[in-house]
């Protein structure tokens, strides 16, 4: 069993000067970018561990975004599955609903701080951008949201509550027309008005110190589960596990644990499956030297590359053409994922898997049925392994799932796809 | 071949007291065939030094022309490969113009550095352009460039504080090229505000390194105005939408070559 102790210090990774962990992350972006980077890295270190900054956040994230959010136990969903003891870390309870909102009100923060007033933002699914939107109009900051044309069809109820709460909403019609490419868009934009703007990245993700501002800001989750669940299962759980796009959910619950004695999981999107080349498994076939090992050129394979700013696993060709990905969830819809993933995974200390589709969508159906919760389809990614493993685990060991958001944006999605 | 090209060229045109004419053009675009009787025609203008694009899915430093450029390069089949054969090709015609292959980290980093650096020289590049490698990452292509004597031009930017500019000039060979706008590659009606200043300081800090200016330029007017302080004069959206989609795309380059390069050059 888990030892408990209290609070042990936990070590934090940090990126190494050059913004580096391991060999992944670091700054590649055009030059105009560089001194803003700079700008930033000076400003967030003078703030991190300012009291005031630090208060002024805290507060904010109890009287507006309504932490902690809860730990729930899913305890019919753990009888049904007759292993683990589920408990469900609910960031879907979080406001507007998933963990985004944590990462834009901190990033918006800093930016008023710094003395920006001109907001932009990228988005996939319309959570990150929603949040960010949220954060501006508390703020009084103007917001600009891109957003890919194909994902604003799909996600559109997103669109109207974005510009309902007074942010811009810019479509993107190059390349996929999605999270890519609006990332793409919004850097283009950033380079253009770096003088006066500062853009909020939803993810743990893009050039230093993007990874460790958003990694910080989402730490609130597992510094909160970590107490919770002593508090309420008496011990540490025996895993975590949570949905892994860019992975700011993930690296915000895994964080204050990866001193502990707990397995840490990461789920990426199976797609239609690894073997038809339609996913978003950046970790699944990857091969960690240029060029290797690469059997089918047709189908995506992930290598080290550079994207958006990061040296990462890169899904692409071998013509280093950016793939273009799938998965029913649009947030975990993505060719790169966060430099410190990498990092951890290479390292041993978290295990990355993936989930199909089709066992996300039974994952969907079954937690709304057991637990009369609507799970996002990102965050039912990790309800999928959740729901794997926990059979095979005792009825006393405890399985921790990082809820990440909730399903409402996706209603459509599962109607589409059919009731299981 | 080399570095040493590209510095007879920005040699010969201060000889002639203008400056050098530096056009950009996406290889493969907008077809492989295509894009070889473009080069043609651009070093039949007379032109000092060519940038060759390698077509890369997601430009971040480049505005809607270069992107839609390239994403029709890509898909009509073009790969780091086949850039690197039409360079070759090219050479094989006898075309000596100094040329760079101006590319993204990612497709580099697919094909492996210290053979991409390899390859293109030995296909006749006299340079690489990296737009997304700044010099704080660059130690590694850095080294590959310098035992195979071809540039690893740097960039500067409005926004770069003097330590950066002092960093790029120092780490550049060939020439150091200066972003004219605080954006994106595109078609801008008029000159930054400010760009001779900013040309100046980045001079100072170029230790005789040429200094050629890019981004946004469209106009005889622009060459003619930057010729007066800069080394070199780099235009690529302009030139790309006046020829990608003309009928004779050859001539149409040929053309725009010659009247961007009038204002500078007695006539020939």
Not at chain 1, 166 to 183: F, I, M, N, Q, Y
Not at chain 2, 165 to 177: D, P, Q, R
Not at chain 2, 191 to 196: I, K, Q, S, V, W
């Amino acid at each position: 069993m888990p030892n408990q102790a209290e609070a042990p210090e936990t070590e934090i990774i940090l990126p190494d000067q050059d913004g580096k962990f391991g060999i992944y992350g670091g700054r590649y972006v055009p030059e105009t970018l560089m001194p803003a980077l700079d700008d930033l890295i000076d400003a967030y270190e003078e703030l991190r561990d300012d009291p005031g900054f630090r208060a002024e956040f805290d507060h904010l994230l109890a009287t507006y975004v309504g932490r902690p959010t809860p730990l729930s136990h899913a305890k019919r969903l753990s009888e049904h599955l007759g292993g683990a003891q589920i408990y469900l870390k609910r960031e879907d309870l979080a406001h507007t609903g998933a963990h985004k909102i944590n990462n834009a009100l901190g990033q918006a923060l800093l930016a008023k701080r710094m003395g920006k007033q001109r907001i932009i933002a990228e988005t996939g699914a319309g959570q990150h951008g929603v949040a960010t939107a949220t954060a501006c109009a508390l703020l009084g900051l103007k917001c600009v949201v891109y957003m890919g044309t194909v994902d604003m069809a799909r996600q559109e109820p997103n669109v109207f509550r974005m510009r309902l709460l007074g942010a811009e909403v810019r479509g993107v019609e190059t390349g996929s027309k999605t999270l890519k490419d609006a990332v793409n868009e919004a850097i283009r934009d950033w380079v253009a008005n770096v003088q006066d703007t500062y853009y909020i990245i939803g993810s743990a993700l893009g050039p230093h110190p993007y990874p460790l501002i958003c990694r910080d800001f989402q730490s609130v989750i597992g510094r909160e589960a970590r107490e919770q669940i002593l508090t309420q299962a008496g011990r540490l759980p025996d895993e975590i596990i949570a949905c892994v796009g860019g992975g700011s959910n993930a690296i915000g619950i895994f964080q204050a644990f990866l001193n502990d004695p707990v397995k840490l999981v990461g789920v990426e999107a199976g797609g239609y499956g690894i073997e038809t080349g339609k996913h978003a498994a950046r970790f699944a076939e990857a091969t960690p030297s240029a060029g290797a090992g690469v059997s089918d050129a047709n189908l995506p394979h992930a290598r080290v590359g550079v994207f958006q700013g990061m040296k990462t696993y890169v899904l692409q060709n071998d013509d280093g053409q950016i793939a273009e990905t799938h998965s029913i969830s649009a947030g975990l819809d993505y060719a790169g994922v966060g430099p410190e993933h990498v990092y951890l995974r290479e390292s041993g200390r978290v295990e990355y898997t993936s989930a199909t589709d089709d066992a996300t969508l039974h994952a969907f159906h079954t937690l709304c049925q057991y637990e009369g919760i609507i799970p996002a389809l990102e965050s039912s990614h990790a309800v999928a392994e959740a729901m794997r493993r926990a059979p095979e685990m005792s009825k006393d060991a405890i399985l921790l799932v990082n809820l990440s958001g909730r399903g409402d944006k996706d209603l459509n999605t599962v109607l589409n796809a059919g009731k299981h | 071949m080399g570095l040493k090209d590209i510095q007879i060229a920005f040699e010969q045109a201060r000889s002639e007291s203008r400056p050098a004419f530096m056009p950009y053009w996406p290889l493969g675009y907008p077809d492989q065939e295509t894009s070889l009787r473009v080069i043609e025609a651009l070093v039949a203008a007379g032109v000092d030094m060519i940038e060759v694009g390698v077509p890369f899915s997601d430009p971040l430093a480049d505005g809607p022309v270069i992107q839609r450029a390239s994403q029709i390069a890509l898909e009509h089949g073009i790969s780091v490969q086949g850039c690197i054969d039409l360079v070759r090709s090219l050479r094989d015609k006898g075309i000596k113009t100094p040329m760079l292959a101006m590319g993204y980290l990612n497709p580099l980093l697919a094909y492996g550095e210290e053979r991409y650096v390899s390859a293109w020289q030995a296909a006749g590049a006299d340079g690489l352009i990296i737009p997304d490698l700044p010099p704080e990452e660059s130690a590694d292509i850095r080294a590959y460039c310098a035992k195979k004597d071809i540039a690893l031009v740097q960039f500067t930017s409005p926004t770069s504080p003097a330590k950066r500019l002092a960093l790029g000039a120092s780490y550049a060979t060939g020439f150091v090229y200066v972003v004219s706008v605080t954006g994106v590659t595109g078609v801008r009606d008029n000159l930054a505000a400010g760009l001779r200043d900013y040309v100046e300081r980045v001079k100072a800090q170029a230790n005789g390194k040429p200094v050629a200016v890019g981004f946004g330029i469209s106009k005889p007017e622009h060459v003619r105005e930057i010729g007066q302080y800069a080394d070199g004069v780099i235009i690529g959206a302009a030139l790309i939408r006046a020829a990608g989609d003309a009928p004779d795309p050859a001539q149409a380059a040929y053309d725009f070559a010659r009247s961007m390069m009038a204002p500078v050059r007695s006539a020939t």
